[in-house]
C-alpha cells in the first residue's frame, strides 16, 4: 500500500465509524413508526412511508423474487454504507449478487449491489436523483431504477462511469421497463403501480 491508500483507508474507517455512532443514537431516538431513516452526505433524513410508496417497492420485490425465487438477496430498508462522505443508506429495494456475505462489521457491502430501486417521496427526491445517483454509480450499482409515483414515470440509469451513468431510460408508468440483458434480466410492468 502507497500513503495515499493508507490514509484512504483511515478515512473510510473513520466514516463508517461515524455513521456507526449516528445510527446508534437514531436507534435511541423515539422515531415515529412507519417512517424511514437514513444518513446522506452526513444528513439525518427521516421519511414517512406512504401506502402508494409501499404499493410501488412491493411489486418491484415481488417482480425480483418471481425471476430469482423467493431465496434471492433481495431487501428493502436495510442499510448499506455507499461511497461518499457519510452516506448509509436505506435503499427502497437493493438485489444483492447470489454470492454476496456480510463484513466484518456485519453489514451488507455495497460492491455486492447489482440492483437498486428508489420510490420518490417528495421531501427526499432530490437525495434519489442526486447525491444517492451519484453514490451508486461510484459504486458502480450496474442498474439503478427510480419510480416517481407523482410524475407517472420510471427513470432507469444503466453504465456506471467514473461516478455517473451512461445511459439513461424513461419509461411511464402504464409501459414495461425492459431490464432484459442487464444484472436484474427481467421485464417490470409498471401499469399496476400507484400514483400520487
Known amino acids: 500500500?502507497?500513503?495515499?491508500?493508507?490514509?484512504?483507508?483511515m478515512a473510510d474507517d473513520a466514516n463508517t465509524r461515524h455513521l456507526d455512532e449516528l445510527f446508534e443514537l437514531l436507534e435511541q431516538m423515539p422515531v415515529p413508526e412507519g417512517f424511514r431513516v437514513?444518513?446522506?452526505g452526513g444528513s439525518v433524513f427521516m421519511t414517512p412511508q406512504r401506502d402508494t410508496h409501499w404499493g410501488i417497492i412491493r411489486r418491484i420485490v415481488r417482480a425480483v423474487e418471481d425471476r430469482f425465487g423467493v431465496d434471492v438477496r433481495v431487501f428493502s430498508d436495510v442499510r448499506i454504507d455507499f461511497p461518499g462522505h457519510e452516506n448509509g443508506f436505506c435503499?427502497?429495494?437493493a438485489k444483492l449478487r447470489d454470492s454476496a456475505e456480510k463484513d466484518d462489521e456485519g453489514r451488507w457491502r455495497h460492491e455486492d449491489?447489482?440492483?437498486v430501486a428508489e420510490v420518490i417521496s417528495q421531501g427526499t427526491a432530490t437525495n434519489d436523483y442526486?447525491?444517492?445517483k451519484t453514490a451508486y454509480a461510484t459504486a458502480e450499482v450496474p442498474v439503478y431504477l427510480i419510480a416517481d409515483p407523482y410524475?407517472?414515470?420510471c427513470y432507469v440509469y444503466t453504465d456506471p462511469k467514473d461516478g455517473h451513468y451512461v445511459t439513461s431510460t424513461r419509461v411511464d408508468f402504464g409501459g414495461a421497463?425492459?431490464?432484459t440483458g442487464s444484472v436484474?434480466?427481467?421485464v417490470l410492468a409498471t401499469d399496476t403501480f400507484p400514483r400520487d
Open 1 to 9: 500500500m502507497t500513503v495515499v491508500d493508507d490514509r484512504i483507508a
Open 38 to 40: 437514513e444518513i446522506v
Open 91 to 93: 435503499p427502497d429495494v
Open 113 to 115: 449491489v447489482e440492483f
Open 130 to 132: 442526486g447525491p444517492k
Open 151 to 153: 410524475q407517472g414515470r
Open 177 to 179: 421497463v425492459d431490464l
Open 184 to 186: 436484474v434480466d427481467l
